[in-house]
Nanobody
Framework: QVQLVESGGGLVQAGGSLRLSCAAS?????MGWFRQAPGKEREFVAA????????YYADSVKGRVTISRDNGKNTVYLQMDSLKVEDTAVYFC????????????????????WGQGTQVTVSS
C-alpha cells in the first residue's frame, strides 16, 4: 500500500501562486491532482504519466497550472499561478497502481492511492 502525503496548501489572495507537493511512500504509475469544493463532487485538475513526458489538465486550470514529478523523490508537484477564488477547494493527490490509459486518466476510479488532502483558499 502506497501512502501519499500532500503539503503546500494555504491561504492566498486572488492572482497569487501556490505550489503543492505530494510525497509517495513507494512507486506509482500515473499521478493526478483532484479537488473538491464544499457541496461539490471531486473533480479532476491535472495528471502526469509515469515518465513525466505527458501531462493533462482540466480546461478550468489550463494555462495556470503545471504538474510535474520527480521520480527520484517519489514526489509530484502542482504549481498553481493566477489563482482565482473559484480555485478554493481541498486538493487531493492520487496515484495509480497500474499503467493507465489516457482515456481514463481524469477519472477518480483510475487511482488506487489517495492522500488526505490539503486546503487551498483563495481570497478576493
Amino acid at each position: 500500500q502506497v501512502q501519499l502525503v500532500e503539503s503546500g496548501g494555504g491561504l492566498v489572495q486572488a492572482g497569487g501562486s501556490l505550489r503543492l507537493s505530494c510525497a509517495a511512500s513507494g512507486r506509482t504509475y500515473a499521478m493526478g491532482w483532484f479537488r473538491q469544493a464544499p457541496g461539490k463532487e471531486r473533480e479532476f485538475v491535472a495528471a502526469i504519466n509515469w515518465t513525466g513526458s505527458s501531462t493533462y489538465y482540466a480546461d478550468s486550470v489550463k494555462g495556470r497550472v503545471t504538474i510535474s514529478r520527480d521520480n527520484g523523490k517519489n514526489t509530484v508537484y502542482l504549481q498553481m499561478d493566477s489563482l482565482k477564488v473559484e480555485d478554493t477547494a481541498v486538493y487531493f493527490c492520487a496515484g495509480a497502481k497500474y499503467p493507465v490509459s489516457t482515456i481514463i486518466i481524469a477519472r477518480t476510479t483510475t487511482y488506487a492511492y489517495w492522500g488526505q488532502g490539503t486546503q487551498v483558499t483563495v481570497s478576493s
